[in-house]
């Protein structure tokens, strides 16, 4: 199994914007539904944000309206545009499909929001 590689990471204050990437094998890209988890300090990873092959998407409610995911199949990268970012927000977030494969987890990629 291949790990999923993130990246766009970074601190931003609140209320700021993030893009984060995420590069996928084809194979994986043109099939699978592809999917943004976060798990935030003592906590469960979570699913927030999914899209289907055919481009339907679906968010968990706390980032409903500020965060999109998105896919590009000339790149076979998946992207989640996050907005108007809070302090709970603050996780490392990873890409993996849905339902998630565990040899497919990748490092993540740290999203810090703090003034």
């Known amino acids: 199994q291949v790990q999923l590689v993130e990246s766009g990471g970074g601190l931003v204050q609140p209320g700021g914007s993030l893009r984060l990437s995420c590069a996928v094998p084809r194979i994986i890209f043109s099939i699978y539904t592809m999917g943004w988890y976060r798990q935030a300090p003592g906590k469960q990873r979570e699913l927030v944000a999914s899209?289907?092959?055919?481009?339907?998407?679906n968010y968990a409610d706390s980032v409903q309206g500020r965060f999109a995911i998105s896919r590009d199949s000339a790149k076979n990268t998946v992207y989640l545009q996050m907005n108007s970012l809070k302090a709970e927000d603050t996780a490392v977030y990873y890409c993996?499909?849905?339902?998630?494969?565990?040899?497919?987890w990748g490092q993540g990629t740290q999203v810090t929001v703090s003034s």
């Open positions: 899209i289907t092959s055919d481009s339907s998407t």
């Open positions: 993996n499909t849905v339902p998630a494969v565990a040899p497919r």
